[in-house]
């Protein structure tokens, strides 16, 4: 069992997805900018727009525990921004977190998933609807919504299921946007069986 790799480990749904997939039995290793510590977890420090920092992390979380199982791309730069708004390096920087790291990590790992024929790729979605006053999130997460059809037109042939969980509300604890509910998404789509679902839209509706 190789386990689950989580970037963007923070407190929210980063960190409820690591304890979802612990409950299961499965190994944990998480990757943040700083370190991050959960029982039971292995930390990795890389900045998700890093490259070669990213790579080296996740290098090193498959020598020791394998291919992953499951990866989860949960990192996003947050920020209103009308249209613009911010400077083209700033939304440059955004598109980095929210889609190229994506993008570098998925490519990194799908291969290996695909050489085995099994695999999941997560990625933490949101914005079903754009909104004005957040450009360059909604930029990033129409730029996600793609990447997981490309992901999946290429790689899902070889038996690797990609898919995006979309959050359609602000995360917190005791809501409707709870990260524990959210995080059953992810481990849904990870035991789901083929026709795979490429997209859970998470509106608080239950």
Known sequence: MSGVVIIGAGPGIGQAVARRFAREGLPVAL???TERTMPGARSFVAD???EDALRAAL???AAEFGT?????YNAALIQPDAPGELPARAQLDAWAVNVV????AAAHVAPAMADRGSG???VTGGM???KPEYVSLSLGKAGVRTLVALLDARYGPAGVHVASVTVAGPVAPGTAFDPDDIAEHYWDLHTQQRPWSIEVVHD???
């Open 31 to 33: 990757v943040a900018r």
């Open 48 to 50: 998700s727009t890093d």
């Open 59 to 61: 290098d090193a979380a």
């Open 68 to 72: 992953p199982d499951v990866l989860v």
């Open 101 to 104: 790291g994506a993008l570098t």
């Open 120 to 122: 999941t790729i997560l």
């Open 128 to 130: 079903p609807e754009p």
């Open 204 to 206: 608080g509706r239950g």
